[in-house]
């Protein structure tokens, strides 16, 4: 199974092993996580000074990826930085990679998982850290 992970929060510590565990239902997982960019400010985004926020998704997204690799049932991840608005970080994101299922590690917008149930047509699990 192909399994999408956002990843928002820089502060999140989610123990992503038991719930990649209750996804997989035995079978094996194939994991992509993105982490969107998370710019200083809109001029920074407009104007292209993303750098710092680049490097912080990419680091969210690593830790990520680093912690589903230890859980039981992944047997591959790659981490990937999206674009800011999570919405459209998940599109580019299934346009590379199809999952089957995806995963909100504590998304800055609650209707973000509706979002995503009625554009994509795919299962969400909303985890929050803690």
Same mark, same amino acid.
């Given at each position: 199974?192909?399994?999408?992970?956002?990843?928002?929060? *820089?502060?999140?510590?989610?123990?992503?092993?038991?719930?990649?565990?209750?996804?997989?239902?035995? =079978?094996?997982?194939?994991?992509?996580?993105?982490? *969107?960019?998370?710019?200083?400010?809109?001029?920074?985004?407009?104007?292209?000074?993303?750098?710092?926020?680049?490097?912080?998704?990419? $680091?969210? =997204?690593?830790?990520?990826?680093?912690?589903?690799?230890?859980?039981?049932?992944?047997?591959?991840?790659?981490?990937?930085?999206?674009?800011?608005?999570?919405?459209?970080?998940?599109?580019?994101?299934?346009?590379?990679? $199809?999952?089957?299922?995806?995963?909100?590690?504590? *998304?800055?917008?609650?209707?973000?998982?509706?979002?995503?149930?009625?554009?994509?047509?795919? *299962?969400v699990t909303e985890l929050s850290a803690g």
């Amino acid at each position: 199974m192909r399994l999408l992970i956002l990843t928002d929060d *820089p502060a999140a510590a989610t123990n992503l092993h038991e719930p990649l565990e209750e996804i997989a239902k035995g =079978a094996e997982l194939e994991v992509k996580v993105v982490a *969107p960019l998370r710019p200083e400010s809109t001029l920074d985004l407009v104007t292209g000074d993303i750098d710092d926020a680049a490097a912080g998704a990419q $680091e969210r =997204a690593e830790a990520t990826a680093d912690q589903a690799e230890g859980a039981r049932p992944v047997t591959a991840a790659q981490a990937a930085v999206g674009d800011a608005d999570q919405l459209l970080a998940i599109g580019d994101a299934l346009a590379e990679f $199809e999952a089957e299922h995806v995963v909100l590690v504590d *998304p800055d917008d609650e209707e973000l998982a509706a979002g995503v149930r009625e554009r994509y047509t795919l *299962p969400v699990t909303e985890l929050s850290a803690g």
